[in-house]
């Protein structure tokens, strides 16, 4: 079954409700300790005690939400299920429902939920969302086998289908951007593309609300006779009207303009020639007890994913600079390639290709929650020795984990 995922989404402590809400924000955007499905009913929230936002929670297994609770699901959703054995229906999104009949054509037959050959000719197999279905080593019959928790099925075209790891949490969402929303797609094979808020609205957290209106400063502390920090009367940066909605948790810059809730992630690289632009699970770490930084980026590069991550090792946390194989240090640079042949459970040993050469640069190194920035390229050589990929304008914009 597709694994669950319990997220809380929370908007920072330090705000409060505002007492205008005049600028086409709101002071709350629900009722305390109310329910209501979100995200398609794919999500169960419940509103904060402040009523400022929401907390989420997904149902358990084979349940969905509806009317503010979880209620059984009646077929596994988004998968297929066979109708008799010449024809298949799909079950929706939430698994409510089972759709139209579709007829298999001649020759072959419905067999968990897909329509194979029959007989089977070992070594065929097929997906359907997360079952892997193979015919047997003796063309004895089609075996449906349920990939683990966190997988779904994955077949490059030519290839034997096969489990792979989920690159996001399905129907889970992220925010692109202050004013839209991505989803994960029901098996977790990538995130959707983006869907925009409706007008007047914000995403926070991948959900989209009303504005919330910025909290008013704290009146200045006058004691003592100094007057050097009072406000003048009339002052615009006192009256709690001028506030402007708040797109986002953060402090105001000197301008009185709040910091964008999420910046999107970004990453692209020229590969032969090729321009690919990556725009699934981007990601930016640095592992501690190894003095390592990790960058990866994901991308479908027609039926095969695509997955690069440029290391850099040992470096100090923090710290920036230019590094080059060219001119060796004790610091040493690794950019590696799976170009979706590899096996996705193989760890390290699932990347064909890695740097001979390479030119890394790290522009910015934040501490966790910031951002890690910089710029990358080199020749990757595959592991036997048959291709090289020549790696150009490669660059990363990427939250950093942890």
Known sequence: MIPRLV???????????????????????????AKACQADGHLLGTCAADGRTWELASCPDTTYCSAGQCVPTLCAPAQRVCYDPKAWQQCDALGTSLGAQTACADGTACRHGVCLDEPCLAGQSACNGTTVISCGVSGEGWVATECPAGQHCFQPEGQAAACQADLCVPYSRQCAGTEGYQACAADGSGWEAGVACKGGQAC???????KLCALPQPEPDTAGGDTAGDVPAGDATADADALTPLDVPGQADEAGELPPLDVPDSGSAVLNGN???????LSGKYVANEKRVIVSMNELVGTLMYQLEVHVIPVEEFTVGEWTSADPSEVACEIRLNDGTGDPGAGADSFKYS?????????????????LKGTFSGTLKAKDGSTDIVVTNGNFDVKRKN
């Open 275 to 281: 321009q690919v632009t990556f725009s699934l699970s």
């Open 204 to 210: 926070h957290n991948g959900i989209c609300t009303d």
């Open 355 to 371: 740097a001979a050469d390479y030119q890394v640069t790290l522009d910015q190194f934040d501490a966790t929650g910031g951002r």
């Open 7 to 33: 997220v809380v989404a929370l908007l920072a402590t330090a705000l409060a409700a505002c007492s205008g809400g005049g600028n086409g924000c709101v002071d709350t955007v629900c009722t305390p300790g």
